[in-house]
């Protein structure tokens, strides 16, 4: 080995090296490596925004929680060089269909819609935090893992997050903190930002399982019954995501939890048939949305944001979404394509967008909490009206796609071009310009 290439490989080395070591400052630090974190680094990568993406988990998601990306957040992750894998490994399914057990009350046709992407894409969150990590990998990034963010403290210079690694407390200062750090958001509570909203009644049972499902693996299933809800939707593998309305849910719902829930909801003119459990969980949701998207330096995105109901599939979609344009913003402020006042662009278009997905999903949950015969007589006869109304079905295909809400995913043309600063020092020695 000559002396050059021993010379190249250290450098490499010590390069990775450096690249795993949580530096002390940064222009943006991000808090939670879910599916929005990843999305918004992915953005900043391409952006060519120094930051840093730290999780408290050792490792990503290994359960499937959110199953469906719709056709709003697809066109909003092309940019980002993930869409076309997205594609490959998931289900494209056209059909969305709500029931009362045997009878269909309304049917959507997703694929006479108005986009590149006419369909409802079944692919388990797991997978699609694999996709984003890749492409992180592929940028030259790292997910800084086991980091656990404990104070967040802003002053008129930036934001200083005090974090754990291996037991020892560090640092980071930041231009820019952003917590994706879900629904207990320690960002959010550092920021002291309100979180308007409340818990339903009701908990939800959640599983991936194996069936002989009647109905069959074309469409996206919404069952209504005097029991409660049920949903049933195909995964790209063969198997179906079961969400279910349940008073008080076991921990760890089992094969005949699963069973009795479809007995008692599920088609009756043939029997649902559990074959295997693959994983099941129970959760509780709230309906909340933050009062502000922003205090000064510090944004906030996904659940940390807005939660809600998963009827209609939303949660997940609507944080990516948050993340792309908030990725946008970031980085054509720090390249200087945007004055800093334009972040407010971010809460104005975002909030709105949440707050139209937080009653959509609140009037189907609504809908499907229904209890009285009298109730469920009105929705179902409600349901079928709209069911003969093509303009009125179209309508709502497009909220559930995200489409309708296009514009609010949609930054405007930058006010100006980029305004490069050019710093003293070994750097600008070398001819290189760095962006404020």
């Known amino acids: 080995m000559t002396n050059a290439t021993a010379s190249a490989r250290k450098s490499t080395c010590v390069d990775k090296w450096r690249k795993k070591m949580l530096p002390e400052t940064t222009k943006v630090l991000i808090i939670g490596a879910g599916p929005t974190g990843m999305a918004l680094s992915i953005a900043l990568h391409q952006a060519g925004v120094d930051h840093v993406l730290i999780d408290r988990l050792a490792h990503g998601l ?15 992750l092309e940019p980002l060089g993930v869409t076309g894998r997205l594609t490959e490994l998931a289900l494209k399914l056209e059909n969305f269909a709500i029931r009362d057990r045997n009878r269909a009350l309304l049917k959507l046709d997703f694929g006479k819609l108005p986009t590149k992407h006419p369909y409802l894409l079944m692919l388990p969150q797991n997978l699609t935090e694999q996709v984003f990590a890749e492409r992180i990998a592929a940028l030259g990034g790292v997910i800084h893992r086991s980091v656990e963010a404990r104070t967040v403290v802003q002053d008129v210079d930036g934001a200083h997050v005090t974090v754990v690694e291996n037991g020892r ?8 903190v952003v917590g994706a750090d879900g629904m207990n958001s320690l960002a959010r509570k550092s920021a002291g930002i309100e979180f308007d909203g409340a818990a339903y009644d009701a908990s939800f049972v959640l599983a991936d399982v194996r069936l002989d499902w009647p109905v069959g693996a074309t469409e996206v299933s919404l069952l209504f019954a ?19 309305t349940v008073d008080d849910a076991p921990e760890k719902p089992d094969v005949a939890d699963i069973q009795a829930l479809l007995d008692s909801r599920g088609p009756t003119k043939e029997r649902t048939r559990v074959i295997d459990l693959m994983w099941s969980s129970r959760f509780r949701v709230h309906h909340r949305l933050v009062r502000a998207y922003r205090k ?18 939303q949660g997940m979609n609507t944080g990516i979404i948050d993340a792309v344009m908030l990725g946008q913003l970031l980085g054509d402020v720090v390249n200087g394509v945007r004055p800093e006042a334009e972040l407010d662009l971010y809460e104005k278009l975002r909030r709105p967008a949440a707050q139209e997905v937080l009653e959509l999903a609140g009037r189907m949950t609504e809908m499907a909490l229904a209890r009285s015969p009298v109730k469920r007589f009105l929705r179902n006869l409600a349901l079928s009206v709209l069911n003969l109304n093509p303009f ?3 309508r709502l295909a497009l909220k559930l796609s995200g489409l309708s809400r296009a514009p609010l995913a949609r930054l405007p043309v930058p006010s100006r071009q980029p305004v490069p600063v050019t710093r003293t020092g070994p750097v600008a020695k070398q001819g290189m310009k760095l962006a404020a």
């Open 296 to 313: 000064d330096r510090l944004f906030l995105m996904g659940d940390a944001a807005h939660v809600h109901s998963p009827a209609g599939g």
């Open 62 to 76: 290994q359960s499937s929680r959110a199953g469906v990306i719709h056709a709003q957040t697809l066109e909003s």
């Open 169 to 176: 407390e560090k640092l980071i200062s930041a231009r820019y």
């Open 392 to 394: 009125l079905k179209r």
């Open 226 to 244: 005097s029991a409660g809800l049920v949903v049933v939707a195909p995964l790209p593998d063969g198997s179906y995501r079961v969400v279910a």
